[in-house]
T-cell receptor, first 114, second 114 residues
């Protein structure tokens, strides 16, 4: 079966613009996660979905960041008024049940804000 | 506070030599422990995981890791390194039932000399 996919693989945008990053989890996985990996760092947790609802969004850095998962499958991470500091690789992961099970990671979207 | 420390930012070994990458964690409950590998431009690939049971865990590509509760460590080892092992390695800790966030270390970049 297919793994986690993310589109686009690369996104270049200008400061102040709005961007959307998409994640397609593994079919049947109820849990979905977003992480952000800045240069030279490990991934950092952003948000966790269980089904359609955001169970924990405590990692979102500020209110410019928002994520949705309207049908409990595909998720979109939305960033408003992008800043240069938002440049990073955004990783999506999914897992079968969400607590204590293995997360499978996608290839990531590299976001560059000029 | 929960954290993962990978004290070695860079490690260089000769092809055929043995390898040990260090990982120390701080976690309030019984941890689930993971090692991931990330090649340039690629997503995170799981090498091995420890949930419970035997403290010596075998993974893919000839890697193994040993969980030492008394030392709060989960070091990754390989007896003979191949040039294709050059990549960045991340240790991560996640919770047992009831938690879902992975906390990653900052990574160790491995260089392999021919």
């Amino acid at each position: 079966g297919a793994g986690v996919s993310q589109t686009p693989s690369n996104k270049v945008t200008e400061k102040g613009k709005y961007v959307e990053l998409r994640c397609d989890p593994i079919s049947g996985h109820t849990a979905l996660y977003w992480y952000r990996q800045s240069l030279g760092q490990g991934p950092e947790f952003l948000i966790y979905f269980q089904g359609t609802g955001a169970a924990d969004d405590s990692g979102l850095p500020n209110d410019r960041f928002f994520a949705v998962r309207p049908e409990g499958s595909v998720s979109t991470l939305k960033i408003q008024r992008t800043e240069r500091g938002d440049s990073a690789v955004y990783l999506c992961a999914s897992s079968l049940i969400g607590t204590g099970d293995e997360q499978f990671f996608g290839p990531g979207t590299r976001l560059t804000v000029l | 506070a929960q954290s993962v420390t990978q004290p070695d930012i860079h490690i260089t070994v000769s092809e055929g030599a043995s390898l040990e990458l260090r990982c120390n964690y701080s976690y309030g409950a019984t941890p689930y422990l993971f090692w991931y590998v990330q090649s340039p431009g690629q997503g995170l690939q799981l090498l091995l995981k420890y949930f419970s049971g035997d403290t010596l865990v075998q993974g893919i590509k000839g890697f193994e890791a040993e969980f030492k509760r008394s030392q709060s460590s989960f070091n990754l080892r390989k007896p003979s390194v191949h040039w294709s092992d050059a990549a960045e390695y991340f240790c991560a800790v996640g919770g047992a039932s009831g938690t879902y966030k992975y906390i990653f270390g900052t990574g160790t970049r491995l260089k392999v000399l021919a």
